[in-house]
């Protein structure tokens, strides 16, 4: 059991690398705070939770909402007596694809960066002063592999997550004396129903078919096959265990080799 009695918050725990990260961290002991903007799905994820003999809390939340984060915050830490051992930070959203940077909408460009990068800082701020005054605690934000490299056609989505591996080594600079680790997991193109309609949306615009969208993706990548959900989530488990004590600042990819 690696993290056998911690307390965690999940952000985005509903859908796919949500639901296996959260059902993860359960597996291997955790207490867990679920919380997105729809409640709804996330009862189904909790109930998984709770049959793994562990605690679930749903709690709804807006990310990108100040009040609202730190209510649910508040909550988590009167759930769980006032710790707060575990934040995994996966809420997101996709924003405009296949879509030159000249006609990106502004509106669209700015709700990508607030979902992105307000949505994972904000977690933070109002976690953080707990894990420094326990003098422990571990953040996993999901970046991606599109912000470690250029992403054609994919400004908005690109640039928050260069956002996000700069929140992720600037409030590990800030933390590490108090025995707090930062850290990311980049994915790549994750088998998902987002890489779906990721691939169903390029495939319109080009004139492809999916499967021959699909197959590019995977091509690209060294070991010639699509990264599962269950992958992250044993990347985020391991880096939100012991098992990485002495790693922060730092983001691991997981993308089957497409960042070579």
């Known amino acids: ?81 006032g710790r707060i051992d575990i934040l995994v930070n996966i809420a997101g959203v996709t924003g405009p694809i296949e879509t030159p940077v000249q006609d990106i909408d502004v509106a669209d460009f700015d709700y990508v960066i607030r979902n992105n990068e307000i949505g994972t800082f904000l977690p933070i701020k109002h976690v953080v002063p707990t894990m420094i005054a326990q003098r422990s605690g571990k953040i996993v934000n999901i970046g991606g592999t599109s912000g470690l490299r250029g992403y054609a056609m994919r400004t908005a989505y690109s640039a928050s997550k260069w956002a996000v591996r700069g929140i992720t080594r600037t409030v590990a600079l800030e933390v590490g004396k108090h025995n707090v680790n930062v850290n990311a997991v980049c994915p790549g193109i994750v088998e998902t129903p987002r890489m779906q309609k990721l691939c169903e949306e390029k495939a319109r615009v080009r004139g492809w078919t999916i499967d021959e969208v699909y197959d590019e993706y995977v091509q690209e990548m060294c070991l010639k096959r699509v990264t599962t959900c269950q992958d992250v989530a044993n990347a985020v488990l391991f880096m939100a265990s012991e098992d990485s004590r002495q790693i922060t600042g730092q983001a691991i990819t997981v993308d089957g080799g497409w960042d070579v």
């Open 1 to 81: 059991m690696r993290v056998d009695g911690k307390k965690a918050i999940v952000t985005g725990a509903a859908k796919g690398m949500g639901a296996a990260i959260t059902t993860t961290l359960a597996r291997e002991g955790a207490d867990v705070v679920l919380t997105a903007r729809d409640t709804a799905p996330l009862e189904q994820v909790a109930d998984e939770v709770r049959g793994l003999g562990r605690a679930a809390h749903v709690v709804g939340c807006d990310v990108t909402d100040d009040a609202q984060v730190k209510a649910m915050v508040d909550q988590a830490l009167a759930a769980f007596d």
